[in-house]
């Protein structure tokens, strides 16, 4: 299995709205990644977890709730989000954080619109 | 974090090679140049990526200058499916560390014509 899933692949949500993306890979990585990308613009980095820890939060926005369960799977929380917070919301995993020696992979992401 | 220069965009006959380039003048010995594509409606795609020595793999090669402040990633043949947007980005060496992060520029725009 060398994917990333990402489910569901479109969510429309109201703004008073709690919903989760969903995040699975089986290859055994123990780096997986969140991204939000808005339409013509390249992706930008949310969160960053390494042994099922949060490593790096870009100071994002706290209606934005990422959860790490276990070494397969990552959730990200979305609670009271706003109409600008529409936009391709990609995961991505890779074997370890900081090795420059493997490439991460990409799932298809999750169409958010917020409404 | 040391950055990278690309064209806005560019154009390529069916069939024939692409040579997109890349400036990355501040690069540093820890500097690994790694290239990603995207396709419309997915998300990105490891191509491949080096340190000094050229490499090679089935997708793509990347030509790395010898002071490593530029390169180029060649499509030997480019077909209707390698139109996307591909993106150099520069990942540091930092193995466990707490700041390395994979950043992503604005990329050249590859329109491939039949």
């Known amino acids: 299995d060398t994917e990333v899933t990402q489910t569901p692949k479109h969510l429309v949500m109201g703004m008073t709205n709690k919903k989760s993306l969903k995040c699975e890979q089986h290859?055994?990585?123990?780096?997986m990644y969140w991204y939000k990308q808005k339409a013509k613009k390249p992706p930008e980095l949310m969160f960053v977890?390494?042994?099922?820890?949060?490593?790096i939060n870009e100071s994002v926005p706290s209606r934005f709730s990422p959860e790490c369960p276990n070494s397969s799977l990552l959730n990200l929380h979305l609670h009271a989000l706003q109409p600008e917070d529409s936009a391709l919301y990609l995961c991505?995993?890779?074997?370890?954080?900081?090795?420059?020696?493997?490439?991460?992979?990409f799932g298809s992401g999750t169409r958010l619109t917020v409404v | 974090d040391a950055k990278t220069t690309q064209p806005n965009s560019m154009e390529s006959n069916e069939e024939e090679p692409v040579h997109l380039p890349c400036n990355h003048s501040?690069?540093?010995?820890?500097?690994?140049i790694h290239w990603y594509r995207q396709l419309p409606s997915q998300g990105p795609e490891y191509v491949i990526h080096?340190?000094?020595s050229n490499v090679n793999n089935r997708m793509a090669s990347l030509a790395i200058a010898e002071d490593r402040k530029s390169s180029t990633l060649i499509l030997h043949r480019a077909t209707l499916r390698d139109a996307a947007v591909y993106y150099c980005?520069?990942?540091?060496?930092?193995?466990?560390?707490?700041?390395?992060?994979?950043?992503f520029g604005t990329g050249t725009l590859l329109a491939v014509q039949p």
């Open positions: 991505a995993s890779s074997q370890h954080r900081g090795d420059p020696n493997y490439g991460y992979t």
């Open positions: 501040t690069i540093s010995g820890t500097d690994y």
């Open positions: 977890y390494s042994y099922e820890k949060l490593s």
């Open positions: 290859m055994g990585h123990r780096a």
């Open positions: 980005i520069l990942y540091t060496a930092n193995y466990g560390g707490a700041t390395n992060k994979l950043i």
């Open positions: 080096g340190l000094t």
